[in-house]
């Protein structure tokens, strides 16, 4: 019995791997123009548009199309101000927390506790 070569079976397993490749094609091809002929068929007895399907897909409206941009959103008259601290922590006062931002742990478990009024800062 002859030994077939390395490089041999490689060709072989090559040319099935591409023989099977081309079969999926072939099926998912199938798949995709049976579903969309489906979806054509519910579009219409629903009487939807080209464009309402494509605006439900969330594909570019001709507004956006055309370079009309949404107004960018007016920034807060405290955006990157310094603001003095709100809340000092009772155990440690060296920490302090303004109100924005992430809450530290400190300020939550005294929310829990419901004693956050304990830490509030006085105005002076």
């Known amino acids: 019995m002859p030994r077939v070569s390395t490089s041999t079976q490689l060709e072989k ?3 099935a791997r591409i023989k099977l ?7 998912m091809s199938r798949n995709h123009d ?19 399907i494509a605006a439900a897909l969330g594909s570019k409206s001709k507004a956006a199309k055309t370079g009309a941009a949404k107004a960018p959103k007016a920034k807060r008259a405290t955006a990157g101000r310094k603001v003095a601290p709100k ?9 302090t927390w303004t109100g924005r931002g992430r809450t530290p742990a400190w300020v ?7 004693q956050l009024e304990s830490a509030l800062i006085k105005a002076e």
């Open 34 to 52: 049976k579903a969309l002929s489906q979806i054509v068929q519910l579009a219409r007895s629903a009487g939807l548009s080209a464009e309402q």
């Open 87 to 95: 809340y000092r922590d009772p155990a440690n006062p060296a920490q």
């Open 108 to 114: 939550q478990a005294l929310q829990t506790a419901g």
């Open 13 to 15: 397993i090559r040319a």
């Open 21 to 27: 490749e081309k079969e999926e094609q072939r099926l």
